[in-house]
């Protein structure tokens, strides 16, 4: 049975989701997290790609991320990054085989209803592992770019995300509000749910938005509501 065709948009953010085989372990050392964000880096400058959130945790990695005119462009990030990651931990290890699953999970998002939704369940992630007790503590993720404790280099930001306010402080002032309440248990199992079934994260206008784009049918399925920013 052929497997099912993914939906890419150009200039629509995507979030992805890629873990280690079978669940495995992908990044052991500092130096493990270090040389897949600078590749990120690298690459997300080559093919004009817009990074407005990750997290790279032990055996998977969130990407919130938007191509230019070329959807195609993410598909291509996502081969140089398992690549190089996959040959760098090989010749550390000493070993041969895969690092990653056989194909990552993606999901096309509704810009004005879910980027930030996505950000905020991104940027959680370490604290929902119990891994730490605020995100501000972990490392690997975009979270400290956004609110200032570390240089911004690679983050991109998005206009939902400049509109919180007219001035940088004030914006992380109310992000971190944001980032601060409670995800209902509907919103979460709704963002799951889209990139686990490589679905859209979006309300019927969007689906509808998508399908006049492609000129074809999206499988329908629950919509979620996030809570939004007031």
């Not at 690298?42 to 790279?56: D, M, S």
């Not at 996502?78 to 070993?95: D, F, I, P, S, W």
């Amino acid at each position: 049975m052929p497997r099912k065709a993914r939906v890419l948009l150009p200039n629509y953010p995507h979030h992805i989701v890629q873990r280690g085989h079978n669940r495995n372990t992908v990044f052991v050392a500092d130096e493990d997290y270090q040389y897949y964000l600078d590749n990120l880096c690298e690459w997300k400058e080559k093919l004009g790609i817009k990074l407005f959130a990750w997290c790279l945790m032990t055996n998977h990695i969130h990407l919130l991320v938007e191509p230019g005119n070329d959807a195609r462009d993410l598909s291509e990030l996502m081969k140089r990054l398992a690549g190089r990651q996959t040959a760098y931990v090989n010749k550390l290890e000493k070993r041969s085989g895969s690092l990653w699953e056989g194909r990552f999970k993606i999901s096309p998002v509704q810009r004005d209803e879910y980027l930030l939704a996505c950000c905020r369940y991104i940027e959680l992630n370490p604290v929902r592992a119990k891994m730490v007790e605020h995100p501000r503590h972990y490392i690997w993720s975009s979270y400290n770019e956004r609110m200032g404790i570390k240089d911004a280099h690679m983050l991109d930001l998005d206009c939902m995300y400049l509109g919180l306010a007219a001035t940088k402080s004030l914006r992380i002032e109310r992000y971190n509000n944001y980032i601060s309440e409670a995800i209902s248990a509907h919103e979460m199992v709704f963002l799951k749910q889209a990139y686990s079934r490589n679905q859209l994260t979006g309300n019927a206008r969007f689906i509808d938005e998508v399908e006049r784009r492609i000129g074809l049918r999206i499988e329908a399925r629950g919509r979620g509501k996030p809570k939004r920013y007031n």
